[in-house]
C-alpha cells in the first residue's frame, strides 16, 4: 500500500510539475519581455515580437515551453544589449572613426554628420559590419548631447541604410531612416521616430509597419497584392511600390506600380491613399 501511494504521488507531481511548466515558462517569457521593452529604442516593434511569440505557442504541435524560453532568452540578451548601450557616454569627436557598439561585429563607420532642429542638434552615425545570426549587416545610431554623447536610438535589423531626413508636420519633427533587410525581398528595415529635444527619451518609435495589416487590404485594387518591401520618401511621407498579381512571379510584378500616401496619426503611420499609376 505504500508503495502504490508513494508511486501514486509521484505520478501526480509529475502531472502538476507538467502542468505548471508552461504557465512557469510564459511568465519568464513575459519578464523577459517587460524587460526588454523597457529599455529598447523601438519598443512598438518588441510588441509586435510578442505578437509573433503569441502565435508560435499556439502553432499545432507548437512546444510551449521551449518556445518560451527561445522567447525569452531573445529578449534576455537584447535586453542587456539595450541597457549597455543605454549607458554609453560617447565622445563627438570618435563618431568618424570609432562605432559606437550596438552589437556589430568587425564594425567600421562610412558616414555620420548631424541634424539642426530649431536649435537641438541630433548626431548620427551609420554602421556596416556583422553578427553571428545574420552575417552582414548594418546599423544606424542617433544621438543627442555634445561632448558627451547618449544614444536615443538604434538598430542594425537591415543590410543598407540611407542618413537620417527630417520631416516636418506642422511644428512637430520626425526623423525617418530608410534601411533595406536582406533577402530578395527587399524587406524594409525603416525607422521612424518622433523628435521632442529635452524630453527623457527625446526619440519615439512611430509604428511603421501595421499599415500593411490594417490599411493596406481597404485600399489594394482588386486581384492585385503587395509583396516586397516598399520605398519611402520621408520628404513627401509618401512611398513607390510595385503591384502583383496572383499568377505573377517573385521577381516581375505585372499589375503596374503605385504610389502609397501616408499619415501620421498618433504613434502610427497610417496609409490614407493607393494611387495606381495609369497604365500606358
Not at 525569452?72 to 549597455?84: K, L, M, P
Request: aromatic share 8%; charged share 25%; with cysteine.
Amino acid at each position: 500500500m505504500k508503495i502504490a501511494a508513494v508511486l501514486a504521488s509521484s505520478l501526480i507531481l509529475g502531472l502538476l510539475t507538467t502542468a505548471a511548466a508552461p504557465q512557469d515558462s510564459r511568465r519568464r517569457a513575459e519578464a523577459a519581455f517587460a524587460a526588454a521593452r523597457a529599455v529598447s529604442p523601438t519598443p512598438v516593434s518588441v510588441d509586435h515580437a510578442r505578437l509573433a511569440w503569441l502565435d508560435d505557442r499556439a502553432g499545432d504541435g507548437a512546444d510551449v515551453a521551449a518556445t518560451d524560453e527561445e522567447w525569452a532568452e531573445r529578449w534576455t540578451i537584447s535586453a542587456a544589449r539595450d541597457a549597455r548601450v543605454r549607458s554609453l557616454a560617447v565622445r563627438g569627436d570618435s563618431l568618424p572613426g570609432v562605432c559606437v557598439d550596438i552589437g556589430l561585429s568587425d564594425c567600421f563607420t562610412p558616414t555620420g554628420g548631424y541634424l539642426n532642429i530649431r536649435g537641438a542638434r541630433l548626431m548620427w552615425q551609420l554602421q556596416d559590419g556583422f553578427t553571428p545570426e545574420d552575417g552582414k549587416s548594418a546599423g544606424y545610431v542617433l544621438l543627442t548631447g555634445t561632448d558627451r554623447l547618449r544614444a536615443e536610438a538604434w538598430g542594425h535589423d537591415g543590410v543598407w541604410y540611407e542618413a537620417p531626413k527630417i520631416l516636418w508636420i506642422e511644428e512637430q519633427a520626425y526623423i525617418g531612416v530608410a534601411g533595406v533587410m536582406a533577402g530578395t525581398g527587399v524587406y524594409n528595415a525603416d525607422a521612424l521616430y518622433r523628435f521632442t529635444p529635452g524630453a527623457d527619451r527625446p526619440l519615439t518609435e512611430i509604428d511603421n509597419t501595421s499599415w500593411q495589416r490594417q490599411d493596406l487590404p481597404a485600399l489594394l485594387p482588386t486581384g492585385l497584392e503587395i509583396w516586397k518591401g516598399v520605398a519611402f520618401n520621408y520628404d513627401a511621407l509618401t512611398a513607390r511600390t510595385g503591384l502583383w498579381r496572383a499568377s505573377d512571379g517573385n521577381c516581375c510584378p505585372s499589375g503596374g506600380e503605385a504610389t502609397l500616401i501616408f499619415e501620421i496619426r498618433g504613434d502610427r503611420l497610417v496609409l490614407t491613399q493607393l494611387l495606381k499609376d495609369e497604365t500606358p
